[in-house]
């Protein structure tokens, strides 16, 4: 995994569940959650976490689920999830 800011800390990882069909939204919030615990080992202020995988559509560059704080997520890395995987 690594570890950027883009407007948010995020840890951002590359993950074969996001290569499955139907990825189960629980376990996408049970890995992002640990993910954002492991991190904050290394940097205390990751309150993001951004599985990727390979592109499902034509046209498209990746496939994404971001963990926002409050437990909320969506499946767009948005503006500073954009900005931080640039920043990788």
């Known amino acids: ?3 950027a800011y883009g407007g948010n800390w995020f840890c ?3 993950s074969d ?4 069909p139907n990825p189960d939204k ?6 992002t959650h640990e993910l954002v615990i492991a991190a904050r080992e290394h940097e ?3 309150d993001h976490a951004e599985l990727f995988g390979n ?7 990746s496939r994404n689920f971001v963990l926002c704080p409050g437990a909320m997520y969506d ?12 920043a990788c």
């Open 55 to 61: 592109p499902t559509r034509p046209g498209s560059d």
């Open 75 to 86: 499946r767009s890395p948005c503006g500073t999830g954009t900005s931080a995987k640039l």
């Open 44 to 46: 205390p202020r990751v």
């Open 17 to 20: 569940l996001m290569n499955e």
């Open 1 to 3: 995994a690594d570890i």
């Open 26 to 31: 629980n376990e996408l919030l049970r890995l």
């Open 12 to 14: 951002l990882a590359k």
